[in-house]
RNA sequence: GGGCCUAUAGCUCAGUUGGUUAGAGCGCACCCCUGAUAAGGGUGAGGUCACCGGUUCAAAUCCAGUUAGGCCCA
């Protein structure tokens, strides 16, 4: 007789396989999941739960995922599949974010390739294939990482009932009194006579004429130079061309300025460089003769030279004293940050510049002349003044259009504008941004933004945000649906003409807008409700993209595009990278503000970038990239899955092979748990009641706590101390004492006696909270697991399960007492004992020191 | 250049309002087991808490500065 075969071992077959092969299991769990269609199931079975609503952020749908996507879902899956394991109903209604330049210009490159130069309609069309494309690469990523969600039904941006809604969206702000048409300066190519993006233009060298030339006093407000006679300053720009647009002057709040005397004169300029330009202007014989502080000279009045128009000092922070005269020629109608100065000082956006680069009659005398000529032009009439102090050569980097290598201009064109200053629709009393900031202060107060620097990060950006410019000269995306009149060019801002475009989009969607005369978007006779026209010319430019994924929290949680969408408003939870402050945040607050009064979340999670094993940014030059695709193919997404939880997602996350490999070996602790407890379940017998022996309790126990304080961590989206609970759990309560503690007992004990029928209670009581506790990250193990155990009531997943975190007076009271207790039982039954009993007592002496230290306060 | 953030063992992270000898897991070294076995257990070695000042009886912790890195902006 083989005396192994009367011993109670585990059962090989019944438990899991001690390989996991992730590679082949989980997508033959995931074809399980699609046929009982999981997803689905798990809503509605919580149909009647508390809901919480994470909305997703949409991702750009340009080219297949990378690891900070994947890291992106993963952690809102946590939270999804966590949220539902604690009783909510937690629908994921995934998105993508279609429209846009990244997907334009690799449309047109392949357009190039082929020597092809596309329409518009048939641009639009293969950017909505390429968008097509990579929805459905994009969506069967995601759905190989474990992510549960609505996937036979996402929103997308460019969905004809979406983009629908985005001009919806559009009339409702034009209703509350936010939209505007103004002047702002853009990237202009005067030879292909376009607007251009950041990311058509390369910077090289360019030789420019840099002028310096006086500007008089004109008015002297604050009486810097009080006394002083002929006082004026010099200021420096490399664009002369731009002078007859000046209108204004910058100085530096911070630095020291001297009013130096020459020739008679008195001239304000920065310190630092007042020796440069003397010698440059060839000032023989100069004195300084008084110093003032940049922000002394705000609002002093000069003269333009050549129009004697006011040109006023004004503060900017970029204004530097490496080149100059540290007075910086300000002409809002050309310059990004001079447009924003200007802006801020309430001044006009001058722009005497036609499309093709030639000066118009707002230049007055210059007027007819080609900017590159006007140049030359200019510095010859302030010579004639007198106005032209020194003139030189000067070496840049400068913008050209990477298309034709021409240089660029900045020129102030119409664009459509969201103003944050304009009166809150709900309260004529403060603005928008007012009514925003108070959102912001009222999250910070209640669920407030994860981590805190978020608060301070968008509340700095709402405070000092610009008006917001929709508008973009592109060709990909929801054409912004503005109707002038072909006569007046007024614009229509009727509701009714938008909502008959609107009604048209969500049949032709918005290439309609590019296809179809106004006449058969309109109502019958419809007339301009202003001038009475009849006959229409079209909006050529598209919403920013920013727009359409401004109004995601309208379009889906509204239920307007799709009424399965239908969910709570405002959500529970958005959860972005922190970059996402400057962009889907902020942009989203804007629009649910100024379209239902409030902000369009409860609460704002945001996590840091991916970074290589050493802290580096992931680039393909460095060859540092870990494609999460490939990690789910090699590995198994499970194991990606750890590695998220293992880090610490407020900060940036290190990752690299060799972290992978590490979340591996850190997830074969843990299956070899769930394994030797399941193992030890094969005659389970859930109507045996014995008696329980002490350290069965214990280790009950101690997974009940382990419940409690997980589920807590999973409420406050603190997944590492989830993960490090569970794995702390499984090596030192489960492996280094239970495990070794009842083999005896199991294996050698008669079947049936209650000793071993005690110890299979405890193994089943921990397996089952365990399995439920790593169903969240392990999404696969946990289903292979679950799935074996035997004795339950089983669903239909594990992710349909819930769990209630125990409370932990009772359970803190009796371990410490229970410990001491079980000592000699762990003694009399396990063969090794004395490093257990050192192990235990350790923690014993940890269990009553921390009660200690309790209840001392 | 500006705003926000980060820096604790080889790695991933704990470390409450300043208060004993700074902890855990992984990894590593050595040992044990061979009834969780391509598993499991034990023991041990690893730390100038990025750097430099300051406050304090006392600093990983508070303050100023420096360096490195990240996000956003210019």
Redesign the pocket.
Known sequence: MN??DT?N??D?DFTIP??AGLTNLEPAIQQRWEDINVYAEIQKSRESAEPFVLHDGPPYTNGPIHLGTAMNKILKDFVVKSQTLAGHRAPYVPGYDNHGLPIELAVMKKFEKKKISPSILELRKACREHAEEFIGVQTEQFERLGVFGLWDKPYTSMGFKYEAEIVRVFKRLIEGGYIYRGLRPVLWSPTAQTALADTEIVYEDHTSRSIFVRFDLKDDPNGIFEGLENAGTIIWTTTPWTIPANLAVAVHPEFTYDIIKVDGRHLLLVRELVETVAAKCGFADYTVVKSVKGSEIEKTVFAHPVYGRDSMALLA??VTTEDGTGVVHTAPGHG??DFMTGQRYGLPVLCPVNERGILTKDAGEFDGIHYKKCDEVVVNRLQELGALLHVEDFQHTYPHAERDGKPVIFRATEQWFIGIDQPFHLNKEITLREKMLTQIDEIQENKGWV?E?GY??IR??IEGRPDWCISRQRPWGVGIPILYGKESSEPVLDPVAIEAIAKMIEEQGSDGWYDLDPNEILPADYAHPETGETEFRKETDVFDVWFDSACTNLCVLEGNVEPEWKDRWPSDLFLE???Q??GWFNVSLIVGTAARGEAPYKEVLTH??V?D?K???MSKRFGNVIDPTKVCEQQGADILRCWAA???YE????CSD??IK?SG??Y??IR??L??LL?NLYDYDPSAEPELLAIDRWIMERSDILVSQAMKAYDRYEF?KVW?GL??FC??D???VY??AI??RM??DGQDWDSRRSAQAACHHVLNHLVKLVAPILVHTAEEVYERIPGISQLTSVHMESIQAKTCTREWRSCSKLAPSCLPSLKAGGR?TG??T??MSKQTCRFQWSRR?RSNH
């Not at 900060?651 to 290190?654: E, G």
């Open positions: 005396l192994k011993l071992l585990p090989k001690m390989k922070d970029y990004r940050e981590p620097s301070k990060r700095a950006m990278g922190s970059d402050h400057r840091g970038m970074l094993g802290g580096r940014k293992s880090v610490d900060n940036d996350m290190p060799e972290l590490t070996e850190g074969r602790r070899n748990t394994r030797f193992s590492q490090s794995h702390n090596v030192n489960v492996s280094a495990a070794d083999k005896d294996y050698c090794r490093s257990k050192h192990r230290q």
